[in-house]
């Protein structure tokens, strides 16, 4: 049974976290055209190569699946008010997002390399070298970002992108950045040492193997 106490505060959390990064989920005009007109050189991505875009405060993460498509999770609140694909398959709006981020709907779907990234950097397969852990072979983290696609539950801090790809990638669903958040809102809110605030909860994936 779930702590009560648990969940209320894992929720504070992450209004706390959104709040605080409400500007990175904002965009205009500007940073529009910027991605309509980033071009990037997808013959230096590997089939299984994790695709990483730095923000001011979070990262956002993807499977490269081989021509120009990425596998990634994004919370998108269309998929809970429709099952058309004509309209969920478009590129999530920032608006869409937000929403999906409070209403807790995601799904790990596919977009190309320019709709994943939004005219920002790529950095690749920089998990490797900062998490300091053995990277399962490329065909084998393609082939599990491929049989997750689909429908997901969504947590900012239990369930998000990172955990998407360093269980493709490694075997195991952590997210470093979560972690992060989680302890610095530890230390604001002087939460009580017996509670364990930690990503090891349930994840949509971790009975698949």
């Given at each position: ?165 360093t269980y493709c990638r490694f075997g195991t669903p952590i997210s470093p950045q979560a972690d992060k958040h989680v302890e610095e809102y530890r230390v ?22």
């Amino acid at each position: 049974m779930k702590n009560p106490m648990l969940e209320a505060l894992s929720l504070l959390l992450e209004k706390l976290l959104l709040i605080s990064n409400f500007k990175l989920f904002s965009s205009g005009a500007q940073s529009e055209n910027k991605a309509r007109n980033s071009f990037y050189e997808i013959s230096r991505f590997l089939r299984g190569d994790v695709l990483e875009v730095p923000r001011t405060h979070l990262t956002h993460y993807g499977i490269y699946l081989g021509d120009n498509r990425v596998a990634h999770m994004m919370p998108d609140i269309l998929l809970a008010l429709t099952d058309d694909k004509r309209l969920t398959q478009k590129v999530v709006s920032n608006k869409r997002l937000i929403l999906g981020v409070i209403g807790r709907v995601a799904s790990v779907r596919v977009d190309t390399v320019e709709d994943f990234a939004y005219g920002a950097d790529i950095l690749v397969n920089h998990l490797d070298r900062s998490l300091k852990r053995k990277a399962l072979l490329n065909e084998e983290v393609a082939q599990r970002a491929e049989k997750l696609l689909g429908l997901t539950s969504y947590s900012l801090l239990w369930n998000n992108c990172e955990h998407f790809v360093t269980y493709c990638r490694f075997g195991t669903p952590i997210s470093p950045q979560a972690d992060k958040h989680v302890e610095e809102y530890r230390v604001l809110l002087h939460e009580r040492p017996h509670l364990s605030l930690t990503t090891t909860s349930v994840f949509p994936w971790r009975r698949r193997g």
